[in-house]
């Protein structure tokens, strides 16, 4: 249950950013979540509504935006997305990628006032 | 209103893996994260592979796990220095952990500095913890389908041992399936066929372990 250290560190940075703008109440907060993370989404909403009680995310919502997997070739310079964790070029056959998307945990960002 | 952050939520843990990476490098200590479930025989691999190293060189262990001293205990007796950190439920190590945790070892005698994470195939892969590289034990009790299952962890590991391989004539695991997409995952990894147990196929990982050392001593 990782997803707990996650939720904190969601609300350690919303509280921060509420703080550096002088603002009193989060409503909601985006995040942008990979495919390939290894954070399971329901897990995370659960772990974020019990780590915001009383604080000023109290009744915010999380929105999770998830991202998918895709790797981009280093030989034919092709972007494609990456189905049954393949990491395999599919217009070459080249075994050089490297992952663009899928791996996000990211705060992007946060409604409040 | 709105706020752009784009912040990375594990900046704070990334931020601290990166100085102790650095230090470590500047100390010329090789240091690997070893992860795998529980019971894949994590400490068992770390026993075989200490007491092949520890006459060439300066080792020590640092042990993670939820509550108890039972793996450190099993290092101590070895004689090499080993640190214990209990998670208390945690289910991974965190890089402020080891950051708190190395005032106790003297860096500028070590070699390589060994951190078994928490057994868990998921969590631990998430958070880096200073180290030069992740090396993932999967032992064939457990099934083929669990690189596709925990694709992050074999994505991420530099070697992967299939250890308890002298089970094999027993077991319906299928081999070629589980080496399959570990390489597709991660087409560059370094795969190691051992057993703990009947000692077999441990030279091949601990004479890759020396060069990983050689290199990391050369600077």
């Not at chain 1, 915001?52 to 494609?80: H, R, S, W, Y």
């Not at chain 2, 928490?118 to 590289?133: K, R, S, W, Y």
Request: glycine fraction near 6%.
């Amino acid at each position: 249950m990782h997803e707990m250290s996650i939720a904190e560190g969601i609300v350690d940075i919303a509280l921060d950013t509420l703080k550096a703008n002088e603002g009193h109440v989060i409503h909601a907060i985006q995040l942008k979540l990979g495919v390939m993370s290894g954070v399971e989404p329901d897990a995370l909403q659960f772990c974020f509504d019990s780590v915001t009680k009383n604080t000023a995310a109290e009744n915010a919502v999380l929105q999770i935006e998830m991202i998918p997997l895709c790797g981009k070739c280093l030989d034919c310079d092709k972007e494609f997305s990456v189905t049954d964790y393949v990491f395999k070029c599919p217009h070459c056959g080249s075994l050089a990628i490297s992952t663009i998307t899928g791996r996000e945990l990211q705060v992007a960002s946060i409604d409040m006032d | 209103m709105e706020v752009k952050v784009m912040t990375n939520v594990l900046a704070k843990n990334d931020a601290i893996a990166a100085d102790l990476q650095r230090l470590f490098k500047e100390k010329n200590i090789f240091v690997f994260n070893l992860l795998g479930s529980p019971g894949a025989g994590k400490t068992s691999l770390l026993e075989a592979t200490l007491k092949e190293l520890a006459e060439e060189y300066s080792l020590a262990v640092i042990e993670g796990d939820l509550y108890t001293a039972k793996d450190a205990e099993r290092i101590h007796k070895l004689g090499i220095p080993v640190l214990q950190i209990n998670t208390v439920g945690g289910c991974h190590l965190d890089a402020k952990m080891i950051e708190d945790a190395l005032s106790e070892l003297d860096l500028d005698k070590l070699d390589m500095i060994i951190i078994e994470n928490v057994g868990n195939l998921v969590c631990p892969a998430e958070f880096a913890i200073g180290e030069a590289m992740k090396v993932t034990v999967l032992s064939v009790t457990e099934g083929e389908d669990k690189p596709l299952k925990y694709p992050l962890i074999f994505k991420e590991s530099k070697a992967v041992l299939l250890n308890k391989v002298d089970l094999l004539p027993y077991i319906p695991f299928d081999k070629e399936k589980a080496v399959t997409d570990i390489k597709n995952l991660n087409p560059e990894v370094s795969l190691f066929e051992v057993s703990c147990t009947a000692k077999t196929g441990l030279t091949e990982w601990t004479d890759w372990l020396k060069a990983q050392i050689e290199a990391v001593r050369k600077g």
